[in-house]
């Protein structure tokens, strides 16, 4: 799912739902754009430690020379494949 700020908006924050009871997220304008059928492994192995910290505006204007500088724990899609 992307984030949302607002109506019709969507954020550079994209996160995956784990859980099954979240369909509160719906009312809120949360859309899901995929769906893990296989990997969860990998899911699991995503760093978790920054949280929410990274600035979403300084990720809008510096992109990944910002996120390299502050948070060189982040983890990275290298690959992804749709069906």
Do not use: C, H
């Not at 550079?12 to 995929?34: C, H, R, W, Y």
């Amino acid at each position: 799912t992307f984030a949302t700020s607002g109506k019709d908006s969507r954020t550079v924050q994209m996160f995956i739902n784990t859980g099954m009871k979240n369909a509160f997220l719906d009312k809120e304008g949360f859309s899901p754009v995929a769906e893990v059928i296989s990997g969860m492994d990998v899911v699991d192995r995503i760093y978790q430690g920054y949280r929410e910290k990274p600035g979403q505006g300084k990720i809008q204007n510096r992109g990944n020379a910002y996120l390299n500088e502050e948070f060189p724990k982040l983890s990275y899609f290298s690959k992804v494949s749709f069906q």
